[in-house]
């Protein structure tokens, strides 16, 4: 009877120990997944600001109002 159950603690061990790993691997599959989403977003939108004219002077930065502001400053 000692050797079954021994048998068995080892087979329950050893099943512990690969269900650690394989939630060690889902875990670090997660977080590469989530590093390379951020990185994609920082390089599309580096990308998007330079295709969009980069940095500008501040006079240059300064939007024109709409026109119906314009009425409304005016008077």
């Known amino acids: ?3 079954r159950i021994n048998k068995l603690t080892v087979f329950s061990h050893k099943r512990m120990l690969i269900n650690n ?3 060690d691997k889902k875990e670090d599959m997660h977080m590469k997944k989530i590093i ?3 990185a994609a977003a920082v390089i599309f939108s580096s990308i998007g600001h330079q295709i969009s004219g980069g940095y500008k002077d501040p006079e240059k930065e300064r ?3 709409f026109h119906s ?4 400053s005016r008077s």
């Open 1 to 3: 009877m000692e050797k």
């Open 21 to 23: 790993l394989v939630k």
């Open 36 to 38: 390379l989403l951020f």
């Open 63 to 65: 939007r024109k109002p």
């Open 69 to 72: 502001f314009k009425w409304f």
